[in-house]
């Protein structure tokens, strides 16, 4: 590991990756890392329903990509869900900005890097997350649709998180919607080849709807997720005895 590499990471970080410690720093690190669970639990239990929209931080207001997720988080904040990102810039600002203007409710899962990253204006609620794995599992906890759109390495980490936990059954089989057909093209012309191949079902290949209409990607989630899981009932309030708070 190079010097540039090292001063990215986060002391914590760098201490998860670096391979076995003392008995007494793991045991620090699983403490750190379930109160920093406690902590989004709390933070984020009364934000949902949400769907969230995963997204480039490198995209800028003036691209084509930034406008399709505003018009994305607006339309999916009018039928009542809440728009979940990431809290950075790019197409996950682009989201929660639609939210936000259009009255909707937008929230965001920072990460805490040493360079790039901070949430962006448009969040009516946001948790700082120092750990990846933890940000990735409070995105899909609350989450009862997925939209991928374009970005780069850890857009597709998070897209593949998602469906292997819907291949796997861990959680419901969620909508998974790919927006932009012609930047994703070789991405699903390898799922199509995989399943070809046989290192994926061939109904595997149902988990995703790709699609360039923001009309049909809203119909998709109103249809697969809205009204197959009852979602505008599904709000929770805050109990006063747990010292709760939206």
Not at 39 to 67: L, N
Not at 136 to 148: E, G, N, Q, T
Not at 208 to 236: C, M, P, Q, W
Request: proline fraction near 4%.
């Amino acid at each position: 590991m190079n010097l540039e590499h090292k001063s990215r990471l986060s002391k914590d970080e760098s201490l998860f990756v670096r391979g076995p410690l003392s008995r007494f720093k793991e045991l620090l690190f699983s403490f750190k890392v379930q109160y920093n669970f406690i902590k989004a639990f709390r933070k984020m239990h009364f934000v949902g329903p949400c769907v969230t929209i995963f997204g480039s931080a490198r995209f800028t207001k003036e691209t084509e990509h930034y406008k399709n997720a505003v018009r994305i988080g607006e339309a999916l904040s009018k039928l009542g869900l809440t728009i979940m990102t990431g809290g950075g810039p790019g197409i996950m600002e682009a989201a929660n900005k639609g939210a936000y203007e259009a009255g909707g409710y937008s929230v965001g899962c920072n990460i805490i890097l040493p360079f790039e990253q901070k949430p962006n204006p448009y969040l009516h609620k946001w948790i700082d997350i120092p750990y990846f794995f933890l940000r990735k599992v409070i995105l899909i906890k609350y989450s009862y649709a997925f939209v991928v759109m374009p970005g780069g390495i850890g857009t597709l980490d998070e897209l593949f998180e998602a469906l292997t936990l819907i291949q796997t059954k861990i959680i419901q089989n969620f909508p998974v919607v790919i927006f932009d057909s012609e930047y994703h093209k070789e991405l699903c012309q390898h799922i199509q080849i995989m399943a070809e191949n046989e290192s994926i079902s061939p109904e595997d290949m149902n988990l995703l709807f790709v699609t360039d209409s923001v009309n049909d990607l809203i119909t998709h989630i109103e249809t697969h997720a809205i009204k197959k899981f009852g979602l505008i009932e599904k709000r929770y309030r805050p109990k006063w005895w747990f010292a709760e708070n939206r």
